[in-house]
């Protein structure tokens, strides 16, 4: 694997090296495996971002804005800089996350989003926090849900004790309405709370994690803004929020007529500054050092995300769509200030975090994704390689990444690219490198039999010329 991306003399490791030295890294991957052992159980606070671009937190590159709390969390864990999503849009991700699996291995995951039809994650599916409750942890989802309608799905029947948030793919960030309706919820009771969708998200979790600490047990919390998805509306835009109330269209809240970039700088940097607070009530608690924070986005940026270096963006599977900031904070296991090469998904998440905790997947539902933790806490664990794969069914979309390589498929278009030397995906070395074309083409369709089949009744889209300038004869 190469080294890492430089943008802008930020990527290549402008946080530095913490300095360890291979005793405190020993010490580290000693501390964790006691964890693993069932000592001293991590609490785990999981934050994901909606439609965050890859360089769109100043410590991956942004240079319009500055988001303090973000890089204060990558200066004291480690930041990927190969970290992928399950899929360039949010259920899809969702299904892969909650569940450590391909996302295809679901009817819902194939819902590209969900919305359309009446379908969601089935509670009998084992999740992320069904498996930390069963070892003990109380859990909660703050935010995002988008897996599936009452009464036959929801968070509250896949694993979470308690959720305040909303259900749909998107909601107004004032009037708290989604498609028409309001949809926010304290646990399955509609809920009417005025205010900003970000503050009210911080604020919750503050008073999650402070009841949680009172309690003294082991929490997983679930945190999923809606910044940065539409509409676009920073704190100060309860106008804008009216304006597309007014409008009575439940697809108002696309918001194609709105937005700039200040507007989004405004949107992303609410969300710093709720994370600043809840990182601040975790020192106040004596609970940081023995906390896993992860912060990372469910896809890749949509209209206004910056994507440098790559190109592309949601319902795309050009690395733009699917490039993730992530990062991972656990000041008693994992050495602070480091950056990783090692290729991820948000799969990985799953098996991750439950060896942290001390237990494992269901082995009847084995996860596709790969345990991070070992590489986290020793000194300078070599990357593993892996291959990883993706489909989309607008525009016939596949890629396989292995190594430095990828195959893309977009329509009957289709390349090899190297995303290290080439992050822009740029030179097609299809016909140059015939047989390493002829090796990934033929995995991705391997990988694509243990799969379910594309249903053609699924939803799925893309941006077309009329909704985007830059994507002029795109195709509805």
Request: charged fraction near 25%; aromatic fraction near 10%.
């Amino acid at each position: 694997m190469t080294g890492a991306l430089t943008r802008r003399g930020i990527l290549g490791g402008s946080l530095g090296l913490a300095g360890a030295g291979l005793a405190s890294s020993v010490a580290a991957a000693d501390r964790a495996a006691d964890a693993g052992a069932g000592r001293r159980r991590p609490n785990i606070l999981f934050i994901m971002a909606d439609d965050l671009g890859y360089a769109d937190v100043s410590c991956y590159g942004r240079r319009e804005y500055r988001t303090p709390a973000i890089d204060t969390l990558a200066a004291g864990g480690t930041r990927f800089l190969q970290a992928y999503a399950n899929s360039a849009v949010c259920s899809a991700t969702r299904t892969g996350l909650i569940t450590g699996r391909y996302q295809y291995r679901l009817p819902v995951g194939l819902e590209e989003p969900i919305g359309v039809r009446n379908l969601g994650l089935p509670p009998s599916h084992p999740t992320l926090p069904s498996l930390l409750r069963a070892a003990g942890y109380g859990t909660t989802l703050i935010g995002k849900w988008h897996l599936g309608a009452l009464p036959d799905y929801g968070p509250q029947q896949s694993g979470y004790d308690h959720f305040w948030g909303f259900r749909g793919g998107g909601v107004d960030y004032f009037t708290h309405k989604y498609m028409g309706k309001l949809d926010l919820w304290d646990d399955d009771r509609l809920a009417d709370e005025p205010g900003y969708l970000t503050d009210l998200l911080g604020d919750r979790a503050l008073d999650v994690i402070t009841g949680y600490a009172k309690s003294k047990k082991p929490f997983f919390v679930s945190l999923h803004f809606n910044a940065p998805h539409w509409p676009w509306e920073g704190p100060e835009d309860a106008a804008e929020a009216h304006r597309l109330d007014a409008m009575g269209k439940p697809t108002a809240l696309f918001n194609f007529d709105g937005g700039s970039q200040r507007t989004y700088a405004a949107m992303v940097t609410r969300m710093d500054l709720q994370i600043g607070r809840i990182l601040t009530r975790l020192d106040d608690l004596g609970l940081a050092d023995d906390t896993i924070v992860v912060f990372t986005s469910d896809n890749g940026g949509e209209r206004f995300a910056d994507t440098w270096p790559f190109t592309g963006r949601k319902t795309e599977l050009l690395e733009g769509g699917l490039r993730v900031p992530a990062i991972v904070r656990w000041p008693r296991a994992i050495p602070a200030g480091r950056t990783s090469d090692q290729t991820m998904i948000s799969m990985d998440w799953l098996p991750t975090l439950l060896a942290a905790a001390g237990t494992a997947p269901d082995s009847r539902f084995p996860s596709d994704g790969m345990d991070l933790l070992p590489g986290l806490t020793a000194t300078a664990a070599p990357p593993a390689e892996r291959a990883l794969y993706w489909r989309y069914k607008h525009l016939g979309q596949r890629a396989c990444r292995q190594g430095d390589w990828k195959y893309l498929r977009i329509l009957e278009n289709e390349f090899l690219f190297n995303v290290a030397d080439d992050p822009l995906e740029r030179a097609n070395h299809k016909d140059r490198q015939p047989d390493r074309f002829g090796r990934l083409k033929a995995a991705w369709e391997a990988w694509d039999r243990t799969m379910l089949p594309l249903d053609p009744a699924t939803a799925s889209h893309g941006f077309t010329g009329r909704d985007l300038a830059d994507h002029y004869g795109a195709p509805d």
